[in-house]
């Protein structure tokens, strides 16, 4: 019978656990202290809990932690970790250095059900869910761990179709028993899954961002099927009823795409779009893929259509691409290792 894996628990399970073994519920609070806020590896790491229970534990239980794979490393610095998830399976994490920042873009999924046409990893296909474990096993078994700044959910994958393992983790990253990261650490980027996004925006804090690429609800939808799910206006009405005070930041992502969402029209569909919204566009360079005819904006047009946007009083930033010659840049992660080592005979 497998075991099952403890690391990705919260608390209160662990506590649970702990109940139902016959020890006392403190016990669950100490293994949740070890594993998140110690880095226990194993049940002998952990030397305040008996060793009755310790064995009681192994029964069961076990602490799986998965290293990566391979690791690829960009000409700027950006690093691409392959994970093994599953058999046959594999997630990737991109770790982007900047100055004083360090960020790691995690994955919820192995591989994408929402088929955006810009996407490697929707080409991919979807293949299975990331447990909380999955998810935080990027972060802890990172190299540059210590160096973390921020986590952004912006990997393989739509968080909001994850929407409890992506809690789960979250919660575990920003509890006292763990890092006790504050949530303005963390990003998560959606596509617009309304139901899941108002579920988010109640029980975390952490910073949303949009990935929304074209104002116009018709244009959307030749590149994003969602938009015939979840349509902009609603989507735009439920994040306009929501109360982003505080610290908590609302972004909205925007792929440039030549001839297709870069004209003066767009800039002025955004700016009724998003009236009244205390929000920043994030303009992306599109970094082309196979089977989509989708072209890239010049640069020329990337820069005056952020200077027209801020014209309209839109904050907008360029977001620099990084890890673009190891395919870790925006839209572009996707397992094709997993196909190379079949054809290899690896499994």
Not at 7 to 34: C, D, M, Y
Not at 157 to 178: C, M, R
């Amino acid at each position: 019978m497998a075991k099952e894996n403890l690391f990705g628990k919260t608390k209160s399970e662990l506590q649970e656990i702990a109940v139902n073994l016959g020890f006392p519920k403190f016990n669950g609070t100490q293994i949740a202290e070890w594993l998140y806020k110690k880095n226990a590896r194993s049940f002998n790491d952990m030397h305040n809990i008996s060793n009755a229970a310790k064995a009681k534990l192994g029964e069961q239980y076990e602490i799986e932690r998965t290293e990566y794979t391979t690791v690829q490393e960009s000409v700027d610095g950006t690093k691409k970790y392959l994970y093994k998830v599953n058999i046959g399976q594999f997630i990737e994490a991109a770790y982007i250095p900047d100055k004083e920042r360090a960020t790691l873009c995690v994955s919820s999924q192995v591989g994408c059900k929402m088929g955006c046409l810009f996407c490697m990893t929707g080409k991919q296909g979807f293949q299975a869910q990331l447990s909380s474990g999955d998810i935080l096993n990027q972060i802890y078994s990172l190299p540059e761990f210590e160096k973390l700044s921020n986590v952004v959910y912006m990997g393989m994958g739509e968080p909001f179709d994850n929407l409890d393992q992506v809690l789960k983790s979250i919660e575990i990253l920003t509890a006292d028993y763990s890092l006790g990261w504050s949530p303005k650490r963390i990003t998560v980027s959606t596509i617009g899954i309304i139901p899941a996004m108002k579920i988010f925006l109640q029980q975390s804090d952490a910073h949303l961002a949009i990935s929304l690429h074209s104002p116009f609800e018709e244009e959307r939808k030749k590149i994003m099927p969602i938009e015939s799910v979840y349509n902009l206006p609603n989507l735009i009405s439920e994040i306009k009823s929501f109360d982003f005070g505080g610290q908590r930041r609302l972004s909205f992502e925007y792929i440039m795409f030549k001839d297709f969402n870069d004209t003066k029209a767009h800039v002025d569909q955004l700016a009724r779009l998003l009236n009244g919204l205390k929000c920043r566009i994030n303009l992306i360079r599109f970094h082309p893929i196979p089977g989509t005819p989708l072209l890239g904006s010049d640069d020329e047009t990337i820069f005056q259509f952020q200077a027209n946007l801020k014209k309209k009083g839109i904050m907008t930033t360029l977001r620099a691409s990084r890890g673009q010659d190891i395919f870790a840049a925006c839209g572009l992660l996707s397992t094709k290792e997993l196909v190379k080592r079949k054809e290899e005979g690896d499994f």
